[in-house]
């Protein structure tokens, strides 16, 4: 009888050959975010690549502000996520790795069409971005390429960057801490505590 892998195998696979495997961060991403099976990922992966996803620096003037630094600051928030789920399974060991690998890798696809690489070769802003924030615009556009997302990880990414995005006993103040109770709330926690980490290693 043959038994077709399931994703969390497949991540599984996918992450454990990660670090020695000498591929391009494009193909790493690629790779586990198709291992997730996820429906909807096909227009998800041809968006990443129209909006130039894999050459986008991850911001002006903060981390991973170079060519491909998002791609890059994605694949190491998935990495550290991985990591945490690892050495602190207590904590984190109810958290699918499909839901790490889509959460982390594709938290900041709202960067994509707003950052890019100047003909001098800094970092650019796009002033005809969408103004509507930036977890939630994330988690908008993948919802309008058709991706089946949890309402777990609609909150992860939306509050990835915790506090850092709202002022205290504000509606924002309210709705995150409400989502630090709900039942995704490990999930959240894994995925802001990953890109936190990721940040300050760049």
Not at 99 to 119: E, N, P, Q, R
Request: overall charge positive; some cysteine.
């Amino acid at each position: 009888m043959i038994t077709t892998p399931t994703a969390t195998s497949r991540l599984s696979i996918t992450y454990s050959t990660m670090k020695t495997e000498s591929s391009s961060n494009k193909e790493v991403i690629i790779q586990t975010l198709s291992a997730a099976g996820r429906t909807g990922m096909d227009r998800v992966l041809a968006e990443l690549e129209q909006k130039g996803f894999y050459d986008a620096p991850g911001s002006i003037k903060y981390h991973s502000n170079y060519k491909g630094g998002l791609a890059e600051h994605s694949l190491n928030v998935y990495r550290y996520a991985m990591d945490l789920k690892r050495t602190h399974p207590k904590i984190y060991g109810s958290v699918s790795d499909e839901s790490i690998a889509v959460t982390a890798l594709l938290h900041d696809i709202c960067k994509a069409d707003v950052y890019f690489i100047k003909s001098d070769g800094r970092p650019g802003k796009s002033m005809r971005s969408f103004p509507i924030g930036h977890g939630e615009k994330s988690v908008i556009m993948l919802l309008r390429l058709g991706l089946d997302l949890s309402e777990d990880e609609m909150l992860a990414i939306r509050w990835h960057m915790g506090e850092h995005t709202f002022k205290e006993n504000s509606v924002d103040a309210e709705n995150f801490y409400a989502a630090l109770k709900s039942p995704g709330k490990d999930l959240i926690r894994l995925i802001q505590k990953a890109d936190g980490m990721a940040a300050k290693s760049k």
